[in-house]
């Protein structure tokens, strides 16, 4: 795992090419404390830090082919890069090192594009092509793994995090308010968007291509549904997937350094665990959270699992005082607004690990997307069948069984349950029908925005936009499977792998591996019944058969529980966060937010003996976003010249094999 930066068509000479490269990586050395390495040439510079995992004595990058005229700076990890070496040997390729990145380059040589279907893994890539003058860059299918870019006239920047393109002199900052907008509603930008202005991600499954100071992009993969082909009984079905997971955890078992497992006592970190053990039958390292608040802590069930599986367990204790202080250095990592306190436990775990010395962890993140696992895919379903008889008042009862862990809805009369539930009930043939409820309570955390962001934003509409975008996609879609691609696409990319992921792990140098978004994997959950995933209200159906006496029943038989860290009751507390981020004059003076409306809101929290979710939610919104402009628009320091990291330059290297 790896950190990269690169731009082509700066202007200047070979040494300040160094320094500004060495300036953007500074930014980003927790991604890749191991090595750094540069390539530098009047067109192109590109930089690396890694994270050594595979091929730890000679996976250095940047990376060159045989004549030197294409380079390639690499994050991520292709798991079957030994079954595509030798296929490549066979064509003629000669190798000179054992690092996937290498493969990754000669697939490129060979494929060019196409070579993307072959890769199994999660990735971020750019590649040079010296004799063309074009640059290249890649992202995995699911998008585990970032890239950002942004074009300034002919010139293209990219890096793996937008921190490093801030770094750069001709990338202005400031903030995107379609952006915030959309991440108030759906909790994420819609993809390309960022929370900053003119700064892109590379959406999941594309690539793209910089020839001459014109762009090109496409996909080249999408998680897709409408197509239910399996045909077989569950039992098949259930077999099917355990062949599917073991291939996948063994090929992502492939490391040159210890990997352990997350085990949050949740049905899916505790298959994944159960299965490494399968196939590795020695004493598997893992790793949980624990709440000092017990509504939030799960340590029963993880000691269970634990026990059962004979691991060797640690955890890590995260107490209110320890998400309020750690909050700002997480929205720094996460680079965007975020509505919920959980990645923050996160950041506190991956740091356990790395103190461990190890590097490399599987968790369970994917199956509740491709086997139904989440509470909104039931509460779609209820909502359905209340709509075929929306004046009963029995048929909403069955929503309290979804949110015992939110008192106002657990202990909701059938009046509140209608109140809450039936907004727009019977817009069932909608193409975001399932998100709708959600999104309404976001779009209500928009009207504590200035008065003249309101104005700007008057007209625009993320829940109208996303169902334009949907319609013609979704015709031949079950209700189910409406839901399961609106939340893989846009939860699961632009917060899950992103802000609970990625940043949160790579902010101690810590690799997390996804056994579950194998594509393998996913396609194969794509074809199954609706009731093989979702039967009745019981979810991951399939997934459960599978584990049949395997894991402990009190696990298997669990209902799902939503992974969650406490909100005002830990931000309140720590009055100097509140004091810095939230008092009149910051708010004022970042122009972002109605300093009435936030003062109304504290006050509101303060007197309440249960918080409302939406405004745990908007305290969340309002103070992350407070601190991203502090650190990003108002304080941010383009050049970190005490800090610059000296990169080994590669662009003269002669290569022999």
Same mark, same amino acid.
């Given at each position: ?157 990219? =890096? !793996?995090?937008?921190?490093?393109? $801030?770094? #750069? ?6 903030? /995107?308010? *379609? %952006? ?37 992009? =496409? !996909?080249?993969?999408?998680?897709? $549904?409408? #197509? ?6 569950? /039992?098949? *079905? %259930? ?44 004493? $598997? ?373």
């Amino acid at each position: 795992m790896c950190g990269i930066v690169g731009f082509t068509n700066y202007k200047g000479e070979a040494v300040q090419h160094e320094r500004l490269l060495n300036t953007m990586l500074t930014r980003i050395q927790h991604r890749g404390p191991d090595e750094t390495g540069l390539y530098i040439s009047p067109q192109c510079g590109m930089g690396n830090v890694r994270l050594s995992i595979v091929d730890l004595g000679s996976g250095q990058q940047p990376l060159c082919n045989q004549e030197g005229s294409l380079w390639i700076a690499y994050n991520g990890e292709v798991y079957n890069h030994p079954e595509l070496r030798d296929e490549l040997r066979k064509k003629g390729h000669r190798f000179r090192t054992n690092c996937d990145t290498e493969v990754v380059l000669h697939m490129y040589e060979e494929y060019g594009a196409d070579c993307l279907q072959a890769l199994n893994g999660q990735f971020a890539f750019a590649i040079w092509d010296e004799r063309k003058k074009i640059l290249f860059l890649a992202r995995d299918r699911f998008g585990i793994r970032p890239l950002y870019y942004t074009q300034q006239g002919d010139e293209l920047i990219f =890096a !793996s995090e937008i921190k490093c393109l $801030l770094s #750069h002199p001709n990338v202005a900052r400031s903030i /995107n308010y *379609a %952006a915030l907008k959309e991440s108030f509603v759906h909790w994420a930008p819609q993809s390309p968007n960022t929370f900053f202005e003119g700064i892109y991600e590379l959406p999941p499954g594309h690539y793209l291509s910089f020839d001459q100071g014109s762009i090109t992009k =496409a !996909s080249y993969w999408q998680y897709s $549904l409408g #197509h239910q082909g399996f045909k077989g009984t569950v /039992n098949e *079905a %259930a077999e099917e997937l355990r062949s599917l997971l073991k291939s996948s955890i063994s090929l992502r078992l492939r490391a040159d350094v210890q990997v352990a497992a997350y085990l949050s006592g949740g049905l899916d970190s505790s298959v994944t665990t159960a299965l490494v053990k399968e196939i590795d039958p020695s004493v $598997l390292n893992t790793f949980s959270i624990c709440f000092e608040d017990a509504q939030y802590d799960e340590s029963a069930y993880q000691n269970k699992v634990a026990s059962f599986l004979k691991t060797r367990h640690e955890h890590v204790t995260c107490t209110n005082e320890d998400i309020a202080n750690w909050l700002p250095q997480a929205v720094y990592h996460a680079e965007a607004p975020i509505l919920r306190t959980a990645p923050i436990p996160m950041m506190l775990l991956s740091g356990l690990v790395r103190r461990q010395g190890i590097k490399v962890v599987l968790t369970g993140e994917g199956a509740d997307e491709l086997l139904g696992g989440y509470n909104i895919f039931k509460e779609t379903l209820i909502r359905h069948f209340w709509a075929r008889q929306p004046q009963s008042v029995i048929r909403p009862l069955l929503l309290k069984k979804l949110y015992p862990y939110i008192p106002q809805l657990a202990n909701a009369s059938p009046m509140m349950l209608k109140l809450f539930f039936a907004y727009r009930l019977g817009e069932t043939q909608s193409p975001v029908y399932s998100h709708l409820l959600r999104w309404k309570n976001g779009t209500q955390l928009t009207k504590l925005l200035h008065p003249s962001l309101l104005e700007t934003l008057d007209g625009y509409n993320p829940v109208e936009k996303m169902a334009e975008q949907l319609e013609g996609e979704f015709q031949n879609y079950t209700a189910l499977e409406k839901a399961q691609a609106i939340e893989s696409r846009l939860f699961m990319s632009g917060y899950l792998l992103s802000s609970q992921g990625d940043r949160m792990a790579m902010a101690n140098s810590v690799e997390g591996r996804y056994p579950f978004l194998d594509h393998r994997v996913a396609e194969f959950c794509a074809s199954l019944p609706d009731n093989f995933k979702l039967k009745g209200l019981n979810e991951k159906y399939v997934l459960k058969q599978m584990m049949a006496q395997q894991l402990p029943e009190a696990v298997l038989k669990r209902s799902k529980q939503a992974y969650r860290a406490p909100i005002a009751q830990a931000l309140l507390r720590n009055k100097v966060l509140i004091d810095e981020y939230l008092n009149p004059d910051s708010i004022r003076a970042a122009q972002l937010f109605n300093p009435q409306k936030v003062g109304a809101l504290l006050i509101r929290i303060s007197q309440s003996r249960d918080v409302a979710e939406q405004d745990n939610m908007a305290l969340m919104a309002v103070l992350s976003t407070q601190i991203l402009h502090d650190k990003y628009i108002a304080d941010f320091k383009p050049s970190d010249e005490g800090s610059v990291l000296r990169g080994i330059v590669r662009n003269k290297e002669k290569v022999t094999y």
